[in-house]
């Protein structure tokens, strides 16, 4: 019995932290909040009945933040001369209980920037968890209890999504508010996210009203079908095919940007678990970054826009 909720605890963990398949260093450790003097408060305001304050670990040679109440923005600007005008609002994963801030959060925006394209880490509002790390392990281990199903996509990702969605769309408002400071094309800002950030991404390009992002990323989040409006962006996709939560799930998703007549891209790569990320893997998962940049590249986001 023992053994088995071990075994509980390693697969929560997995899912809401994000983590890369066989990654060392599995031990959360407490770690004080790091310095974040580029962040900007958004005007979402606190969480709704939140009661535990935000805290951070470390984990996988990387950092997580958990029970995040106020959401905040983090520029990642491109050097002098090399901006091209593009944007992108990156969306870290952890299924709505954790954000992966580093491995799909800094380290991928910084990646954007020496492409010279602007980009800006959402730290949004997260579901609150038992501030202790044991306490949260339990918790996350309850979620996968013996009989419990695993959580489904929400019929209204609106409502579900709320906070999250809100935290969004003030991101995208806030940017296009400041484009001119940060050398952005109001017109060219996209969305990238990793797991839970990838639902967040999806629900923002389809229910996030005035958001509207130009393009989107989804990076190991769900494939599920669903309805795509003749306006929605160009959607850039990459899974591993052994990514125990969604690999196995179909790639329905594919087949409705499609079916719309909308352009899609979709890596399926051999190996890489779930929560790759920017982790160096001897696996081809590494090299979605690169392939995303082409991707980009290819829809002209990494040269200035052509005059009118």
């Not at 932290?17 to 990654?23: S, V």
């Not at 389809?206 to 160009?234: C, E, S, T, W």
């Not at 590494?286 to 052509?306: C, K």
Request: charged share 15%.
């Amino acid at each position: 019995m023992k053994n088995r909720k071990a075994g509980l605890v390693t697969l929560a963990l997995a899912c809401m932290m994000a983590a890369p398949a066989m990654a060392q260093n599995d031990k959360m450790t407490p770690i004080t909040t790091p310095a974040q003097p580029a962040a900007i408060t958004l005007d979402t305001g606190a969480l709704p009945g939140a009661t535990v304050q935000e805290s951070w670990h470390s984990q996988y040679n990387s950092v997580f933040a958990r029970n995040v109440t106020v959401a905040t923005l983090t520029p990642f600007l491109p050097a002098a001369g090399k901006a091209s005008g593009a944007a992108v609002i990156v969306a870290p994963g952890g299924g709505f209980r954790t954000l992966s801030m580093e491995n799909e959060g800094w380290q991928v925006a910084q990646a954007l920037a020496d492409k010279g394209v602007a980009a800006f880490v959402l730290k949004y509002r997260l579901n609150q968890t038992p501030a202790d790390i044991p306490g949260f392990e339990r918790a996350m281990a309850e979620i996968f209890s013996a009989g419990a199903k695993r959580p489904t996509a929400p019929q209204d990702p609106a409502a579900a999504y709320a906070p999250q969605i809100a935290d969004a769309r003030a991101a995208f408002a806030l940017v296009r508010a400041r484009a001119r400071e940060w050398h952005v094309d109001p017109h060219r800002i996209g969305m990238l996210g990793f797991s839970a950030g990838a639902m967040l991404t999806m629900a923002t390009a389809l229910h996030g009203q005035d958001a509207k992002p130009a393009f989107i990323g989804n990076i190991y989040g769900p494939l599920a079908a669903m309805k795509v409006p003749a306006d929605a962006p160009p959607l850039f996709i990459a899974l591993a095919a052994d990514d125990p939560f969604f690999g196995n799930t179909g790639y329905n998703l594919i087949d409705s940007w499609r079916s719309a007549r909308r352009p899609v891209e979709f890596h399926l790569f051999e190996q890489g678990g779930h929560g790759f990320g920017m982790y160096r893997k001897t696996t081809t998962s590494t090299g979605w970054f690169d392939s995303y940049a082409r991707w980009l590249d290819m829809h002209g986001y990494l040269q200035p826009a052509a005059s009118n």
